[in-house]
């Protein structure tokens, strides 16, 4: 929801590093680093290792940022890179609630598991197929934020990263921070729904 203001802020603090540090790196490399980050936050939280599993999730969003301030920095743009960026993401995104859900097999963990598996399922529908459209309409939502047209809604990166750090805090209530973030990436969907109705009829 506040992802656009947000990335501004973002590019500022991570500007200096990109231009320091990283000429010689592709941002595919930092995007890569940044997957494999994101699994071992995952890992820890399978060996309830959950304060090492936050820092390590932190990171791993501190270096997804990164990967597109240098791609701009240094002109290396591409549309691969967006999308390896993006499914690199949905691959931590996947992993860290089912390594929460193996360490603690319970039914209501698995039982909000699969609701928050769902709502991802649904969300991902109702933004990717939004994209296609607008591209075949060779239309602009104006808030153009990754590599893919993508409607805000309520859930984006930023509440994303809050709600993820919640389940490092607080392991002992997933099953209900689960169910919450289905929730609510389900109103999100249906934000997108209802953009669609108002907009592509």
Do not use: C
Not at 74 to 103: E, H, I, R, W
Not at 121 to 132: D, E, P, R, V
Not at 146 to 159: K, N, Q, Y
Request: proline share 3%.
């Amino acid at each position: 929801m506040r992802d656009a203001a947000l990335r501004q802020q973002k590019d500022r603090l991570l500007q200096p590093l990109a231009a320091r540090l990283f000429a010689q790196i592709h941002p595919n490399v930092i995007s890569t680093v940044a997957l494999i980050i994101g699994l071992l936050a995952a890992g820890a939280a399978l060996y309830h290792l959950y304060w090492l599993g936050l820092g390590l999730w932190l990171l791993n969003r501190v270096l997804d940022g990164l990967d597109g301030v240098v791609a701009r920095h240094y002109q290396k743009q591409s549309d691969f890179g967006g999308y390896l960026d993006l499914f690199f993401d949905f691959v931590v995104y996947l992993a860290v609630p089912v390594a929460f859900t193996l360490a603690m097999p319970t039914v209501p963990v698995l039982g909000a598991l699969i609701a928050l598996l769902a709502s991802y399922y649904l969300n991902t529908m109702s933004w990717m197929g939004l994209a296609a459209l607008l591209e075949k309409r060779q239309r602009t939502t104006q808030q153009r934020q990754t590599s893919l047209e993508m409607p805000t809604g309520l859930i984006e990166g930023a509440e994303t990263i809050v709600l993820y750090a919640t389940f490092f805090l607080f392991p002992g209530a997933v099953s209900w921070l689960f169910g919450l973030m289905a929730l609510l990436v389900l109103f999100t969907a249906g934000q997108r729904l209802g953009w669609a109705y108002r907009y592509l009829r």
